[in-house]
């Protein structure tokens, strides 16, 4: 089976996020001062091939802890879909 | 009312990603020879204050279009969460 899964890597809470106080900073210059909290990641999608939905989410667990995430320093969240 | 909005920013489809070959052949070395057509963009949370739901997504596709994504090299897509 095929699957379309979609990665995102955020800054773990508690960490600082430089960019996404520089991002509020330039949303407020902009006007947009009711945006807070914000924070920048990292958004990866990719194609797989496994044998089934839970295959594909642990393979793709795999892949986050050796090289797509710092797991001292981001948490990730894993959208699996098919096709 | 308050909302919690997930945007993900990618290179628009068609565009070469450097940044997504790179980490497809990372994947590669490592021994995921299975994942294929990875993309990598940016993933950005926010908090925002608005009146409703429809109003909180027009904001965020106002600072999209001026700020968190290239119009020309990238397309974006919102999820808007209550609370």
């Keep these: 089976m095929n699957f379309r899964i979609h990665v995102r890597v955020m800054p773990r809470t508690g960490l600082l996020?430089?960019?996404?106080q520089a991002v509020e900073h330039a949303l407020g210059a902009?006007?947009?001062n009711e945006a807070g909290?914000?924070?920048v990641?990292?958004?990866i999608e990719l194609h797989l091939?496994?044998?089934s939905r839970a295959e594909a989410?642990?393979?793709t667990r795999q892949m986050c802890d050796k090289?797509?995430?710092n797991p001292v320093t981001e948490d990730y969240l894993?959208?699996?879909e098919e096709g």
Tied chains: 1, 2.
């Design 17 to 20: 996020d430089p960019q996404g």
């Design 57 to 59: 989410e642990a393979r």
């Design 67 to 69: 090289l797509l995430a």
């Design 30 to 32: 902009l006007g947009f």
């Design 41 to 43: 990641g990292r958004a």
């Design 78 to 80: 894993l959208q699996v």
């Design 49 to 51: 091939a496994a044998p």
């Design 37 to 39: 909290d914000v924070r």
